[in-house]
């Protein structure tokens, strides 16, 4: 966690054209992941008063506050055509298909089992 700190402190604050905005967030995101999932979540007061934990996840925060708006400004702009934006998906056929969980003659077959 102290890495993360360090090795993204540097970028607080800073303005990032769009693209770069949605490839540091995806770096930031990934890398976070990673922390916070080795995080042990353990209540404060049984935390030293060192921990890292919570400098990392303001930090991961305010990051991904500001490269938001960039990141998903790039991320429109990659998904329009000339066109305009992409067409809405029509709904899948399985989703109405009554054999499809949770309705239907199979959903009461993974009921039965899980009793």
């Given at each position: 966690m102290r890495r993360f700190t360090a090795g993204f402190a540097p970028i607080a604050g800073a303005t990032f054209e769009p693209a770069a905005a949605l490839g540091l967030r995806l770096i930031l995101v990934l890398v976070f992941r990673d922390i916070a999932l080795r995080d042990p979540l353990l209540p404060a007061a049984l935390l030293p008063g060192d921990w890292p934990g919570r400098e990392a996840r303001r930090l991961f925060a305010q990051l991904y506050r500001t490269l938001s708006s960039g990141a998903e400004a790039a991320a429109d702009a990659a998904s329009s055509t000339p066109a305009g934006p992409?067409?809405?998906?029509?709904?899948?056929?399985?989703?109405?298909?009554?054999?499809?969980?949770?309705?239907?003659?199979?959903?009461?077959?993974?009921?039965?089992a899980a009793a």
């Open positions: 992409p067409a809405t998906a029509a709904p899948c056929a399985a989703a109405s298909d009554a054999r499809h969980w949770p309705h239907g003659p199979l959903s009461a077959r993974y009921r039965e």
